[in-house]
């Protein structure tokens, strides 16, 4: 009486295709699937930029290359460089 059967999922998923249309479907797939990709990017930089303030590297080097965040491997249209924040290293 609980659990969702085969049936139902077939019924939610029709309901799904009557309200937004067979021809919106795939362009919203399509949309769920760059969002995803995006986080995943952004949670790798965040991950790799926080091992890096942990290491003994200098936190700013002067000759260093603006970084820049990419959704996904080639994607330039979304790429964007990095704000750096100004003025928050700590001083030794």
């Known amino acids: 009486m609980g659990s ?4 139902h ?3 939610v998923f029709l309901v799904v295709v009557l309200v937004f249309g067979s021809k ?6 399509r949309s769920l699937g760059k969002s995803l990709r995006i986080l995943k990017s952004e949670t790798a930089a965040m991950r790799s930029e926080s091992r890096t303030e942990t290491s003994d590297a200098p ?6 290359a ?5 959704a996904a491997p080639g994607d330039t249209a979304s790429a964007r460089p990095v704000e750096e924040p100004k003025g928050t290293t700590a001083q030794s």
Request: hydrophobic share 45%; proline share 12%.
């Open 59 to 64: 936190a700013s080097d002067p000759q260093a």
């Open 66 to 70: 603006p970084r820049t965040i990419q």
């Open 9 to 11: 999922l077939l019924l």
């Open 24 to 29: 919106r479907l795939p362009d919203t797939a």
């Open 4 to 7: 969702l059967s085969v049936w």
